[in-house]
C-alpha cells in the first residue's frame, strides 16, 4: 500500500495548511513588529491623543487582541471548510484501502 502522503489530496491538505499559517503569521507578527517599531523608533507617534486618555499606541496595542480574535475566528472557519473534508476524504480513501488489504490477506488469528 502507498504512503498517504503520495496521495493528491494529502498535498492539497499540506498547502492548504501552509497558505492560512503563512497569512496568519505574517499578519500577526508584522503587526506586533509594527507596534514595537513604533514604540522604539517612533513613540511620538503612538503617544498622540485619539480622544480622551486614548492614544494611537493603546488603540495599536488593543487592536492586537482584535486580530489575533479575528485570527483564531478564521483559523476555526478555513480548517473546517477547507482542510477538514481533505482530511476526512483522506481518512477514508486510507479506510478503503485497508479494508481491501484485510480481504485479501484473508482472515488472521490470534496467538495469546
Known amino acids: 500500500m502507498p504512503p498517504i502522503s503520495d496521495h493528491p489530496d494529502f498535498h492539497l491538505l499540506r498547502r492548504a495548511q501552509r497558505r492560512f ?3 496568519a503569521t ?7 513588529l509594527l507596534y514595537v517599531l513604533l514604540s522604539s523608533f517612533a513613540p511620538g507617534v503612538l503617544n498622540q491623543r485619539l480622544f480622551g486618555h486614548l492614544t494611537l499606541g493603546l488603540a495599536i496595542g ?4 482584535a486580530v489575533m480574535a479575528v485570527t483564531a475566528w478564521r483559523y476555526t472557519r478555513y480548517m473546517s471548510t477547507r ?3 481533505l482530511a476526512r476524504g483522506l481518512r477514508a480513501h486510507r479506510g478503503k484501502q485497508q479494508g481491501r488489504r484485510n480481504r485479501l ?5 490470534q496467538q495469546h
Open 62 to 65: 488593543l487592536g492586537q487582541f
Open 26 to 32: 505574517l499578519l500577526s507578527v508584522g503587526g506586533f
Open 83 to 85: 482542510v477538514d473534508p
Open 105 to 109: 490477506s484473508g482472515p488472521t488469528t
Open 21 to 23: 499559517g503563512m497569512k
